[in-house]
């Protein structure tokens, strides 16, 4: 059970919800961590007292030191501070909230210091989850997903000791706001389109990999090195009404499931009283009251970034870092609207065509393919 935190990425959708857990079950709060959100910053720091806030832009850092001068909270700037709020020796959980694989470097750092690591980052599994999973092995750090399907199956994997029991994971997929489009359709959806997620109200990159399913994508690979299991063991569903968070298929045919209401504070709790349970005061989950419950194949054929996401995880190595850079670099884009719907696929396919995969990557060769795909993604972006 954990009892103080740091959260890297706490003004954002999960870090707000963490703070809301936290105050619920009394954990102290060693350090925060935002880009630029400095108002937000500012009231989180009033109300929970951390000995360090961190701003990685630094005009926000000071900005927001000045605004705290009657505080005795520590202001840092830059991206640096990012590894000293993951270590700081009060906190014994390090909540990863930021968005993208900016996360990767203070993860890896609170691994070597032995801290659970509560994982929202997904970013980070993808491009260097064997170094990742590695480093806890060795240090004995626990990594507790809160991402809501591999909460899901953590859950499920209690008492689970010996993992060739597993015949297959199967993470649900609310299908995202175009489900049941042509890819011809989902050509024409706007940015405003792709921010209308049908079930969960998230920061805007998650909401735009909904759309794409590149998230689901994304969450295959996250199960694959969390679990350590190959592509063919982790298969996905359609599951409109995000009940089931995610199921285990057992060898012996039995198949486990988490169900609940689709509310992030779950498993975002479960990650902070693990290996335990608390009361919760959120609304249950009522089975009479429920939306029948029902489950389709996704659609590789209007949805390629499902398709490139799994090519990527069968050819290992950089490839997912290469996918994930592009796919970052792709939203940003069409976020700032230079770029359509459909050149989010288009630009990561050319950027695994580009940049060339090495197998068995170390950290600087992952950082390096990631800057690889992220220039393919601004050179190919304005032809
Ligand atoms: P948000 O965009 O809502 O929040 C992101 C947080 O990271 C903010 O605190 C933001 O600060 C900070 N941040 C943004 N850019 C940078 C940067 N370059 N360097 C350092 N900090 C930065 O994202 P979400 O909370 O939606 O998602 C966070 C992570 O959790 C993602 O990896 C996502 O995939 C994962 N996740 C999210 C779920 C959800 O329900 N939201 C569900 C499952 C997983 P500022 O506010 O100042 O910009
Ligand atoms: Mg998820």
Request: glycine share 6%; proline share 5%; aromatic share 4%.
């Amino acid at each position: 059970m954990s009892k103080t935190i740091s959260i890297l990425g706490s003004t954002g959708s999960i870090g707000r919800q963490t703070l809301d857990v936290a105050e619920q079950l009394g954990l102290q709060v060693a350090a925060l961590t935002a880009h630029s959100s400095v108002d937000r910053m500012e009231e989180q720091v009033r109300r929970f007292h951390p000995r360090l806030a961190v701003m990685t832009n630094e005009a926000a850092a000071r900005d927001l030191a000045v605004r705290l001068a009657d505080m005795d909270t520590r202001v840092c700037g830059g991206f640096d501070a990012l590894k000293e709020a993951a270590t700081i020796p009060e906190a014994d959980t390090v909540v990863t909230a930021v968005v993208g694989m900016v996360g990767l470097r203070p993860t890896l750092a609170a691994i070597r210091e032995k801290k659970r690591i509560a994982l929202a980052n997904k970013e980070t599994l993808v491009c260097a989850g064997q170094l990742v999973m590695d480093a806890a092995e060795a240090s004995g750090a626990e990594i507790v997903p809160v991402d809501s399907e591999h909460s899901a199956i953590f859950q499920c994997l209690q008492g689970c000791a010996d993992r060739r029991e597993i015949k297959r994971l199967i993470l649900t997929c609310s299908g995202g706001p175009f489900y049941g489009m042509t890819y011809g359709e989902v050509g024409k959806m706007t940015k405003a389109d792709a921010l209308k997620h049908p079930n969960w109200k998230m920061g805007p990159k998650i909401t735009v990999d909904c759309a794409t399913l590149m998230n689901k994508g994304l969450e295959v690979i996250e199960a694959m090195r969390l679990y350590r299991l190959p592509l063919e063991q982790v298969s996905v569903v359609v599951h409109r009404q995000s009940i089931i968070h995610s199921l285990v298929e057992f060898r012996d045919g039995a198949v486990l499931a988490q169900l609940g209401t689709p509310d992030m504070r779950l498993p975002i709790r479960y990650a902070m009283t693990y290996p335990n349970r608390g009361e919760n005061p959120a609304e249950p989950l009522d089975l009479l009251t429920c939306p029948p419950l029902t489950f389709s194949a996704p659609d590789r054929g209007a949805f390629p970034c499902l398709r490139l996401a799994e090519e990527a995880a069968l050819e290992g190595g950089t490839a997912c870092a290469v996918l994930n850079g592009a796919n970052e670099e792709a939203v940003r884009l069409f976020l700032a609207d230079r770029i359509g719907f459909h050149d989010i696929p288009r630009l990561v396919a050319e950027a695994r065509a580009a940049v060339p995969v090495c197998p068995n990557p170390t950290l600087e060769e992952i950082l390096a393919a990631d800057a690889a795909a992220r220039r393919s993604v601004l050179e190919k972006s304005q032809l």
